[in-house]
C-alpha cells in the first residue's frame, strides 16, 4: 500500500519535538506580552500588544499542540502496526515436543517434563471419574 509524506514525517520523533518547541515559544510570547503591558495603566497602549501577541501565542499553542499529539498517535500506530506485522511472521507450523522438525533442540529437561505432563494427563482421562 503507497503511504503519502505525511504518515512518514508524523512516524519521526522530530515532529514531536517541533511541536514542544513551539510551546516553549509560546510560553515565551506570552511572557513578553505580559512584561509588555504590566506596567502600562493606558488600555489603547495594551489591547495592540494583546491582540499581536497573544494571537501568536495562541497559534503556537494550538500548531504545537497538534503536533505533539500527531506524532504521538502516529507512532503508536506505527507501533502497533509493526507489532501486528512481527505476529503474521512469527506465525509458523506446529512442531514435535522435541523441537527436532526445524533443527531446533530443546533441552532435555524440556522434553522429559512435557512427557510427564503428556503422561499425567493420559492417566486423568483413563481413569474413570468419581462423581
Not at 516553549?24 to 506596567?39: E, K, P, Q, S, Y
Not at 533442540?105 to 505432563?117: A, I, W
Request: aromatic share 4%.
Amino acid at each position: 500500500m503507497k503511504r503519502g509524506w505525511l504518515p512518514e514525517l508524523a512516524r519521526d520523533r522530530r515532529v514531536e519535538a517541533v511541536g514542544v518547541a513551539l510551546i516553549a515559544f509560546g510560553c515565551l510570547v506570552t511572557a513578553l506580552v505580559w512584561t509588555g503591558i504590566r506596567d502600562s495603566n493606558n488600555v489603547s497602549y495594551q489591547l495592540p500588544i494583546i491582540a499581536s501577541g497573544g494571537l501568536l501565542a495562541v497559534g503556537c499553542f494550538i500548531v504545537g499542540g497538534l503536533l505533539v499529539v500527531g506524532g504521538l498517535v502516529m507512532t503508536r500506530f506505527a507501533r502497533l502496526e509493526n507489532a501486528r506485522a512481527a505476529r503474521r511472521i512469527m506465525v509458523a507450523p506446529a512442531t514435535p515436543p522435541d523441537g527436532s522438525e526445524h533443527g531446533l533442540q530443546l533441552p532435555e529437561e524440556s522434553v522429559e517434563r512435557r512427557e510427564k505432563v503428556k503422561a499425567r494427563r493420559e492417566g486423568a482421562a483413563a481413569t474413570p471419574s468419581e462423581g
